[in-house]
């Protein structure tokens, strides 16, 4: 059986202040059901995953050497969920409760 019913996956490039919202929203519901995050960040320059690591530890982070493009990030994502089922966000949205 899977670790999570959910696997939120997301792949970000250069989009510190999207995907800090974007993981402050996903923080704000972690308790409505149990889910993983998974943010692939493709190799930014603008602090991207350092922002991540120190702000939200509870996402798991890869950080690539170099830039996948989203196809190829949500793809190394997908393949190292835990979840049953998966969710493809932009870093760039917010989920509401």
Known sequence: MPD???SVTICSWNTLEDTRACLR????VRTECPFEVILVDNN???GSPDMVASEFPW???HRMERNLGFTGGQNFA???R???H???LNS???VHP
């Open 4 to 6: 999570f019913e959910l």
């Open 25 to 28: 929203s996903l923080e704000a």
């Open 44 to 46: 930014s320059e603008d």
């Open 59 to 61: 996402v798991v982070l």
């Open 78 to 80: 997908l393949e190292s």
């Open 82 to 84: 835990k979840g049953r």
């Open 86 to 88: 998966a969710f493809l």
């Open 92 to 94: 760039d949205a917010v």
